[in-house]
């Protein structure tokens, strides 16, 4: 599934760092973040949320939550968070389907091999809920400041 400009957020629940149930619909109020990362605690993966965090502030001047999901368990999620002082909500998606939800969960190729990974990507949600901007295949420098723009633009 691929997500549009104007859907809705899917209906989808992972569990949040500490395995609570984080259902991305009860976001709907207030704008938010949703964004895809491949791996906790990998070099990527630790800017990308370290970024985010450091701009947590303004995320939340603007009334914006970030959620930020893996395939990771909650207890790794724990340990990321708790490794880097991250404020970002991380949420584990043990079984898939937030990223098939998405479309995130994609075929990639390293060295000739192919298998299915987490595309890194970021989806902002207007108050209402509907999908208001996506980024597939992020670049991590910068991107979290291009997210906080596109929110101000909200």
């Known amino acids: 599934m691929?997500?549009?400009?104007?859907?809705?957020?899917p209906a989808v629940t992972p569990l949040d760092a500490d395995g609570a149930p984080?259902?991305?619909?009860?976001?709907?109020g207030k704008p938010f973040v949703?964004?895809?990362?491949?791996?906790?605690?990998?070099?990527?993966?630790?800017?990308?949320?370290?970024?985010?965090?450091?701009?947590?502030?303004?995320?939340a001047a603007h009334g914006a939550?970030?959620?930020?999901v893996s395939r990771?368990?909650?207890?790794?999620?724990?340990?990321?968070?708790?490794?880097?002082?991250?404020?970002?909500?991380?949420?584990?998606d043990a079984d898939e389907k937030t990223c098939e939800a998405f479309g995130t969960?994609?075929?990639k190729s390293m060295y000739g091999r192919s298998y299915m990974g987490v595309e890194r990507s970021t989806f902002l949600f207007?108050?209402?809920g509907r999908l208001a901007a996506e980024w597939?295949?992020?670049?991590?420098?910068?991107?979290?400041e291009a997210v906080l723009a596109a929110l101000q633009g909200l």
């Open 72 to 92: 990771d368990t909650p207890a790794k999620l724990c340990k990321f968070r708790d490794k880097y002082g991250l404020t970002v909500r991380l949420a584990a």
């Open 34 to 59: 949703v964004y895809f990362y491949p791996k906790a605690d990998t070099p990527g993966c630790t800017t990308e949320a370290q970024d985010f965090t450091r701009l947590a502030d303004d995320f």
């Open 126 to 128: 207007g108050a209402d």
């Open 105 to 107: 969960w994609v075929e």
């Open 2 to 9: 691929t997500l549009k400009i104007g859907d809705p957020v």
């Open 136 to 144: 597939r295949g992020v670049k991590v420098k910068g991107h979290a």
């Open 65 to 68: 939550q970030v959620i930020a």
């Open 22 to 28: 984080l259902p991305l619909a009860g976001l709907v």
